[in-house]
Structures are given as structure tokens and as C-alpha cells.
């Protein structure tokens, strides 16, 4: 474990497993929301992007927290999320309430293709994105009101909490990446 970890204490660790705060599922939408949460999808591989290009391999083995994800997983894990995400709108959208098929997360953060190079899943993202995005434009509020089962959590997801939800899952893991940046800013000082 790195020595910058030993100096972080319950509250900050919390703080870096949940940089941006817990999603809270917003209470009311309205369009500007749902076109707000649309552009941050459809910018997010971008930012990813641009997050990692000053990378090392070394920054990108290391957590943003203890026991935490490497930066590579995370990336990874993003594609992964997204994958999931852009399924689940598609079965909502063609059926009703459809019960969607919930995923080990961790445990697919330890295959193989999680040590795998990032450019990768940066490309898989820009190129699923490109296509999400091109769905998520092209549902009416009729339809973001369709809903799937989760049944890990066992609860219903309409899309337009969905979409608020993977929209702040983006936000949520660049702020990761970004810890990890900052924190060899920190110990290059």
C-alpha cells in the first residue's frame, strides 16, 4: 500500500470512494435535465479520454483508495457499466418491463481484459456512446417513463432514472481517475 494512503482517515476514504457524493435519485424531471444527462453521456468517453492522456502505466495500476480499483479497472469498468446500460435501454424499450439480468461487477474487474490496455475500452466507449447516444436522442417522454425490474436491488428503474443514474456514474469514475492524477501531482512536489 502506497504511503499516501496512510494518512487518510474514515471520512476522506469515504470521500474518495464517493468523490461527487452518493447518486441521489432526483425527485422531478424535466426535458433540461434529460438533455443535461444526454450531453454528459455523450461526453464522457471524451473526457475519459482526455483525463488519461498523461498516464503512465504506473498511475495506471495504481487506486484512487485503499482496496480500490487501479485506474485501469476503472476505465474498464466503465466500458463494462455503459455495455450494461445501453442492453437495458434497449430491452425497455422493446419490452415491457423487462427484469434485466444484474452482473458481478467486481468480479469482472478481475478478469483478465481488466489489465488489458485502456485504449481498449476508450475506443468501446466512443464507439457505444456514439450509439447510445443516437437511442437516448431518439426516445419521447412516453417512453422514458418505461421502466426495468432490477432484481438486485428489487426495484424499478424508469429510463429517465436510469439515464440519471449512468449519467452520474460517469461523473463518479472520471473523478476517480482524476484522484489518481492529483495524487501523483502530489508526490511529484
Known amino acids: 500500500m502506497s504511503k499516501y494512503w496512510l494518512i487518510m482517515d474514515a471520512e476522506k476514504l469515504e470521500k474518495l470512494r464517493f468523490p461527487i457524493g452518493n447518486f441521489k ?4 424531471y424535466c426535458p433540461g435535465d434529460i438533455n443535461k444527462w444526454i450531453g454528459e453521456i455523450e461526453e464522457l468517453p471524451g473526457l475519459c479520454r482526455k483525463e ?3 498516464f503512465t502505466n504506473e498511475m495506471l495500476d495504481e487506486s484512487y483508495k485503499p482496496g480500490g480499483w487501479t485506474a485501469r479497472q476503472v476505465i474498464h469498468h466503465i466500458a463494462d457499466s455503459h455495455m450494461n446500460a445501453y442492453i437495458r435501454f434497449k430491452l425497455t424499450l422493446t419490452e415491457d418491463l423487462p427484469t434485466i ?3 458481478a461487477e467486481a468480479l469482472w474487474a478481475e478478469l483478465p481484459d481488466s489489465k488489458a490496455s485502456i485504449e481498449i475500452s476508450l475506443e468501446l466507449l466512443e464507439a457505444l456512446h456514439r450509439r447510445f447516444v443516437l437511442v437516448l436522442k431518439s426516445i419521447n417522454e412516453e417512453q422514458f417513463n418505461r421502466s426495468y425490474f ?8 424508469s429510463l429517465k432514472n436510469a439515464l440519471a443514474l449512468y449519467a452520474w456514474h460517469g461523473k463518479h469514475h472520471l473523478e476517480h481517475l ?3 492524477k492529483r495524487k501523483f501531482a502530489m508526490t511529484e512536489k
Not at 435519485?25 to 422531478?28: A, G, S, V
Open 101 to 103: 439480468k444484474p452482473y
Open 52 to 54: 488519461l492522456e498523461q
Open 178 to 180: 482524476r484522484i489518481v
Open 150 to 157: 432490477h432484481p438486485g436491488n428489487n426495484r424499478k428503474y
Open 25 to 28: 435519485d432526483p425527485l422531478d
